[in-house]
């Protein structure tokens, strides 16, 4: 019997018969943000390629044609508007009101409806399953519909259209990194805290949900016993929440509650990846003195926002997918978050006419005023590379720069230890990196690929050509980085017999390792930096000419390794914009540090999800593991979660501002430093408006709307003049006169011209003024299609700006 995923006792129950309820807390969801179907509309059957496919039949969310919650205007006889844009005081603690008698009446329509509407699918088509009900971010129902039958439902007159449902990746890579006790100076957290009271207070009272593979309960990072939840809280699995993580619910995917081979294990809300683990801390961990800790940093550790609570909302229960997903969205809304990160997502629907729920459901949580922040994803350099839901306009979308350090924990390190013939007394310590697994000891000679046939065979000991076995077989060979792949290498060592393969730097990679995995690879094989492996050759060489074998231990290392790199550069795998829709929008909206991160992970099993027996199909999810409890990781993964903790801050410090106020808060004060390879270098593209400065960010007192423009892509014919509104925001308590300038960035072509108007703006205390950006374009001089970019200034002495606000806007444009 499969139990439920968590809540009270095991549940035999179909998934048609779930309707009501979701598996912890209620269920609810939206309806488009642009608009829905007119009733009656034919709707049409998208045939996207990664609809999921489940036990014959198609997976879709049913969009039904009324609005949800957070979108309902009115218009319905006895039933008053809910969304807050024409009922403002529909609203909790600055959130839309979930439990005011409005919203009650209409939640309790929008549950009759489906109500009517599974009953129809169950008799005219009764091979349907139907799963999670959302009403809050979208009006819709989960469903699972036989292939030859999902156009007749698309033509019932009270769906609105069938969105698939589509799987979704963690944005993790578990190779290099940076750590929480160095990044959170560099993002100016400290000057934060102390506008809230200090870090014993930095984010007290605030509500954060981390949807995603769930939280290590365990871990002391997640553990505070100064905090007391607030009424109603802890939420979900009790024997896992506690005053600091005050939900613990697990939302499994319709495939995974349908797939018999899904061992029930994974339905629980603790982490059994890593991922989550690792993002909650970011965002929110508690204080953490690592002294002590066998093969930790001896380092203190927090979160951004370390007293916040933290929601936890595992979806990867093993898979993600677009109906569990949303279904997390609407109960972290449901909950009453006031900020939710997401550091996962899917490959973008690109310019499709359909909307996409994972992108509806954020903005819909926006205009319910809970602040949503999202990995951009990792797939840069790649232009148009940013996820859903990275590609919501409402999300603050966030890319990665590197941090001041980069490090490796134990237990993906081994020292390389000579034991015969005893080296010279000042001999370096030499660590490498493992590209895979290790025995736990390895005792072998090393050749280097240099000295073999007087380097004959492969001068520069790159070790790309074949080897002879003679002289190869059961040793550790020692090769150069570079020339040519290192699977070509790891081939040719071990066609030759190599007992392992030591792979040090090339002279342009120096001493900061890259390590690159090889799990599908058996040799054991090592990487070094240059100077350790070039004194190791050394030493080889004075042995072998005195007739002597160079003999070396490769043991576990008892600490991390830790060095320093250069910070804020941006990563390359950091997805860039413009997002991949017609909107074409500015996306990253900001970069901050997740070039690594050092934090907790579990600690329980390096397996990961996939310490199931087979048949259990596990999962492709990369496994955050250390037996010390705490890794190195890198990726957009962990930038997210510490803008949700600044967010967090902010929501802290004004508890009256809204989720664009705070992102605008964010934006307009981000820094572009222009040191070597450094963030300001890169364009608005590749990083948005720029990298997090929570020492700004938390003296700005004027806000702009909207904080960054995209003019998205213009076909000209004819001389154009393209014209964009924004306005000021004056949140201080006197008066402040603006200096507003504009000015392209280099290289500027010559047929566009940018222009502002008024250039001073005087708007009162409490007020709003507004100015305009007008771009000129000069039809005859565009012969083909160039991206331009441009930046809007705003000052006012540093009376409510910290220094000029920083506004930036882009436009393609194409001869017709």
Known sequence: MRRRACGKGGSGMKWSRWIGSA??????????????????????????????????????????????????????????????????????????????????????????????????????????????????????????????????????????RLAPIRPNRLFAEPVTPPPLDVSNPLMGAPALWEAVGGPENAGRGIKIGIID????????????????????????????????????????????????????????AQDLVGHGTHVAAAAAGNFVDLRGTPGARPVTLSGVAPKAFIGSYRVFAPNAATDNVVKAIEEAVADGMDVINISFGSISLGPSEEPDPQVEAVENAVAAGVIVCVAAGNFGP??????????????????????????????????????SPEPP??????????????????????????????????????????????????????????NCLILTKAFNAWVSGAAALIIYNSQEAGDVIDAVPLAGQFLPTLFLPRSSGLALKNLVATNATNGRETIIALTPASEPLVFERQPHVLLEQSSRGPTPTRLLLIKPDLVTIGGGSYGPAQDDDPRGENRFPRPDPGSLQPTLYDPSGYVFTSG????????????????????????????????????????????????VMDRGAGLVDLEAARRVLTLVDPPSHSFGSVVVGTPTTLIREFVIKNRSQSAATYTIQAALSPPAPSFLKVDVSPTQLTVPAGGTGTFTLKLTIDAGSITNRIDSEGFVLIADGEQTTPRPLYIPFWIRTAPR
């Open 425 to 482: 007394p000042n001999f370096v310590r030499i660590v490498g990196v493992r590209a895979n697994r290790f025995p736990d000891s390895l005792v072998v000679p090393v050749v280097d690929a240099d000295l073999l046939d007087n380097g004959r065979l492969d001068g520069g000991g790159y070790g790309c050509n074949p080897l002879p076995s003679a002289l190869v077989r059961d040793r550790a060979l020692l090769v150069q980085r570079g």
């Open 636 to 683: 957009t993964s962990f930038a997210a979660p510490r803008v949700a903790g600044a967010a967090a801050l902010l929501k802290q410090l004004h508890p009256d501002w809204s989720p664009a106020d705070i992102k605008a808060a964010l934006m307009t004060t981000a820094a572009r430093p222009t040191g070597l390879n450094e963030v300001g270098l890169a364009r």
């Open 382 to 419: 790649d232009r148009a590379s940013i996820s859903s839901p990275g590609t919501a306009p409402s999300a603050i979308t966030v890319g990665a720069v590197t941090n001041a350090h980069d490090g490796f924990t134990p237990g993906q390190l081994r020292v390389v230890q000579v034991t």
């Open 23 to 160: 598996l912890v807390g209620i269920c609810v969801l939206v309806s488009p943000w642009w608009g829905t179907s007119p009733l009656g509309r034919p709707s049409q059957v998208p045939t996207f390629p990664e609809t999921l496919t489940v036990e014959g039949k198609k997976a879709y969310i049913v969009i039904l044609n009324e609005p949800p919650l957070v979108r309902y205007e009115g218009g319905i006889r006895g039933l008053a508007a809910t969304s807050l844009r024409v009922a403002p005081r529909n609203r909790r603690e600055g959130k839309l009101d979930l439990q005011s008698p409005a919203s009650a009446n209409y939640l309790s329509y929008l549950e009759a409806r489906q109500t009517v509407f599974t009953e129809r699918l169950r008799q005219r088509v009764p091979e349907a399953q139907w799963g999670y009900a959302y009403r809050i971010v979208l009006n819709g129902v989960a469903a699972l519909i036989p292939e030859d039958q999902v156009e007749e439902v698309a033509r019932w007159p009270e769906v609105a």
């Open 213 to 268: 593979s769930g939280v290590d309960f365990s871990n002391p990072m997640f553990h505070d016993p100064t905090l007391v939840p607030p009424p109603g809280f802890p939420k979900g699995d009790l024997t896992l929440a506690n005053s600091k993580v005050i939900v613990a619910k697990v939302i499994p995917s319709l495939q995974d509650l349908n797939n018999r081979n899904v061992n029930p294990g994974h339905f629980t």
